[in-house]
């Protein structure tokens, strides 16, 4: 049996597209067929506990191949003390970088209400599946050549054991946090529907709510204590600024919808 070929005999990396706590992501082409992918490498030269994050990344990686929205996934390699993990490239980089490149910072109600509707369709697999994103925010929605809207970065995703199971990690951003998960109180799906709300103030406002403030703790500390926030008249349609409210209820239980529930987006209409 001929030896298992080497990722560097089926993949050549080329840029750096961006830089990361545990490594860094390249665009690179597979050997075999000129198509251009995404390589993610990742030191292992760390605590035990990133290495688990890893290797839980790569699982739910394997998990999700077939669904909506999601990075696609095509395979995975251990490089010495790296691994490399091959995915869909996307051409128009992330949401963020969208932002940062258009005049005020900001993405056009028509951009985001498609943003969010391709969003929902990867949360409602990923809720429906028992998976929770945890780290929701415009810097992991990707866009490709196409125009394709996808969810990535599964670092810090959890799998429920049940749709009833709730967990009490903290784990995340702490701006995109919804208040049960910065106060270290159990929590389920509905902390994603919190920071897609949180994620929507980003892209229309330019900026997540208390963006001055760069202490995490202090962070933690705020957003379980003030009013959630509000996009104001003026900023985005009645019908958006009515889903980002409900999207960010203080509770989750106080109608913060699950994605499964029916509802209908009008400002999509």
């Known amino acids: 049996m001929p030896p298992t070929p080497s990722v560097h005999q089926l993949y050549r990396r080329l840029e750096t597209v961006g830089k990361g706590a545990y490594g860094s992501v390249h665009k690179g082409v597979e050997i075999a067929t000129g198509n251009v992918v995404a390589l993610k490498i990742i030191n292992l030269d760390t605590e035990d506990d990133d290495v688990a994050d890893i290797q839980r990344e790569v699982a739910l990686l394997t998990q999700l191949r077939d669904a909506p929205n999601v990075t696609q996934y095509f395979g995975c390699f251990l490089d010495g003390p790296r691994v490399w993990i091959v995915m869909e490239y996307a051409q128009g980089g992330s949401v963020r970088t969208l932002m940062k490149a258009s005049k005020d910072g900001t993405i056009e109600e028509k951009y985001v209400s498609v943003i969010i509707r391709e969003v929902l369709f990867a949360l409602s697999y990923l809720h429906k599946s028992g998976i929770i994103h945890r780290d929701l925010k415009a810097a992991n929605i990707l866009i490709t050549a196409a125009g394709k809207v996808m969810i990535c970065d599964f670092g810090v995703s959890a799998l429920l ?45 330019g900026c997540v709510p208390h963006s001055q403030i760069m202490d995490q703790h202090k962070l933690l500390q705020i957003i379980p204590r003030t009013k959630p926030p509000r996009l104001i008249e003026g900023e985005g349609s009645k019908e958006l600024r009515e889903f980002v409210t409900h999207c960010l209820r203080e509770s989750p239980n106080d109608v913060r919808f699950g994605i499964a529930a029916p509802f209908r987006l009008e400002f999509q209409c």
């Open 161 to 205: 054991v049940t749709a009833s199971s709730k967990r009490n990690t903290l784990v995340g951003t702490p701006h995109w946090m919804a208040p049960e998960v910065a106060h270290g109180s159990s929590y389920d799906s509905k902390a994603d529907i919190w920071s897609l709300g949180i994620m929507i103030y980003e892209m229309v406002k």
